[in-house]
């Protein structure tokens, strides 16, 4: 008999753990590290990510820390373009522009370089799990405010029933995996 | 004349900021934002890490959040080797083994799953940049309390006069760009 071929198509539902009344009581945390784990898992996953995008001509790869940042790396690598980080307050040097955005309890800031997306550059903002879409929201507006054209939001995981893909319209969203909360 | 080779080796350096007085007076900042903003460059930054530590055996990458990962996940995939993520203390789901230790003011905190390193496994601690070796040394010492060897400390940049290569040593480090400071 043959092996089975390396080139197999995974279902990378497989490679995401759940993890009960995590960060707190009534929460299932989805773990992305048994992917991570798995080298073949994480290739086809960032395989999966740039079949989505391609027809997009993406320009460049925005991602905030710190997960973003695993799946924004080897994407960005792939498509060939350049990554912009986005970070928490005072991790960036020069010139930054940032904003401010509500989480459940008080607000948290993001920043971004101020000549890191220029006019009219096709932006993919990527992160690894779509939730309430705060975040990545908070990305987009500095891409636009940037002048940027958010061309998509890129997830590995999207939980549906938080409402992060409403929050992120019009703005086309592309995920690998729903879970529905 | 033909064009320029795409496989002509770029200098590095000539992809690495230099911020003075960030995040403080006196400081001099290297800033790896124009590697990431370049997709040649940091594609040759993470093959020549993948040249500089065939022959180790490495079975998995260790790294730390935010700016380890961006090295880190590409190498993983390019060696094909499980990446272990070591995060601030209570963003990793289940039983986890920290680490803390000095910074100039204060301490900082590290945590890995504990299932994460068996024991025996060969493991490559990834970073961008090598100062004081503080971070590093953490990731370290939790990977051999679980009974991981570590086969090298990885590196984009190594600031040499701060002394974090004799604090990793007898650690094998490895570096692609060194400033004295």
């Known amino acids: 008999m043959p092996s089975p071929s390396p080139l197999a198509r995974l279902d990378l539902r497989d490679f995401i753990g759940a993890v009960p009344d995590f960060p707190k009581r009534g929460v299932l945390f989805r773990d992305i590290t048994p992917l991570l784990a798995s080298p073949e898992a994480f290739a086809q996953a960032i395989d999966q990510l740039a079949e989505q995008v391609r027809g997009k001509q993406v320009g460049r790869i925005v991602a905030a820390e710190a997960r973003g940042f695993l799946l924004a790396a ?14 928490k307050p005072g991790k960036l040097p020069g010139r930054t522009v940032s904003h401010s955005y509500h989480l459940e309890y008080g607000t948290d800031t993001l920043e971004m370089l101020a000549d890191a997306v220029p006019s009219g550059a096709r932006i993919l903002v990527v992160d690894d799990l779509l939730a309430t ?49």
């Open 133 to 181: 879409g705060g975040t990545v929201d908070a990305c987009c507006r500095m891409v636009e405010e940037a002048g940027g054209v958010v061309v998509g939001c890129a997830f590995l995981i999207e939980l549906v029933g938080l409402g992060g893909a409403d929050k992120l319209a019009p703005r086309d969203v592309i995920r690998l995996i729903q879970y529905e909360e």
């Open 74 to 87: 080897p994407l960005a690598l792939k498509l060939r373009v350049p990554l912009v980080p986005i970070r």
